[in-house]
């Protein structure tokens, strides 16, 4: 990704030469999958970028197989390198052409994260602010134990519809228009949002994660300039507690939400019942027979009696079992 994918910068190309190169690709890629055109799409870039370092197209994963695409095109391109679900391609020029594989259920999901070039990068602190999480798979409400705030219990689906994912952030839906002229177009939206604040922006109050990947980024480094020059606020950016961030939510979201939390109440409260540290005040065992004789009493421990005397009584039967 990036262009550099192969350890060395990748042969720039001009918007023409990137549009007959995209097309020549997605033809390859259509010849191969199992239904009609349909089966990729490049990702959409502001109208005004003249210059691109690599291509990136988005490829149902379920109706390509990029074994019998290399096997008939292997000729058209040096090398490829694989990278989870992203196969880099190195044509002859040196041009690179990055094919990102999705599940076809996500496709229109995550071509709207991509598009635009780091809208849904700037989309995601936005979600952040608030308390949930956007990415290529949609917005989802990140979990965490009450009593622990830096333990994840799980996360929950909130929307996959981009539409629904931009109203619920504030920002006017993008179907049915033209998309954006320019980055800056891209920035205006962004601030036009009622949850943004230049806090979840600015490379000083991110992670080091963060810092280190946005700092590289052309895009990025070009909102920081324009929150330099037209946000000169100096308000403290708002803390929302889950309750508030719960209240944006649907009914389904909130239920689910109460009911992976009650569960894992009830999971931590019944470690504090039947644990290592009871069974070896009982059975004296320690190390690994303490292990094995926990291991034999899985499932067979009612956490509703006396925890104690079962585990006096199954440990007589266990000394005789073994």
Known sequence: MGGKAFGFEAKRMSKTEYGFILMQNLRRINHIGRLDWGNA?????????????????????????????????????????????????????????????????LFDTHFDYLAYNDLGNFVGRLARAVGLKYGHDGLSLVVRDPNNSGSMIGTIKVYEDTGRVYNLLGLDSIEGSNGFNNMEEVYKFIMSSKYYHKDSFLLEKQSNKARVRDRKRKSYSGMLNYIKENDASNSERRKYSIFETLSMLPEGVRLKYIRM?????????????????????????????????????????????????????????????V
């Open 41 to 105: 799409e490049g990702v959409i870039s502001v109208k005004d970028k003249e210059d691109f370092g690599d291509i990136d197209i988005l490829v149902k994963k379920q109706v390509f197989s990029f074994e019998r695409f290399w096997e008939e095109y292997s000729s058209e391109y040096k090398d490829y390198k694989k990278n989870s679900d992203v196969v880099s391609l190195l044509d002859h020029q040196d041009r690179q052409i990055d094919l990102i594989l999705t599940p076809i259920y």
């Open 261 to 321: 939390v009650t569960n894992n109440d009830q999971s931590n409260y019944k470690k504090t019942l039947f644990n290592g540290k009871v069974v070896m005040e009982v059975t004296g065992l320690k190390g690994k027979e303490l292990g094995a004789f926990i291991s034999y009493c899985k499932d067979k421990v009612d956490l509703s009696g006396n925890v104690n005397l079962q585990v006096k009584v199954l440990f007589n039967r266990y000394k005789d079992s």
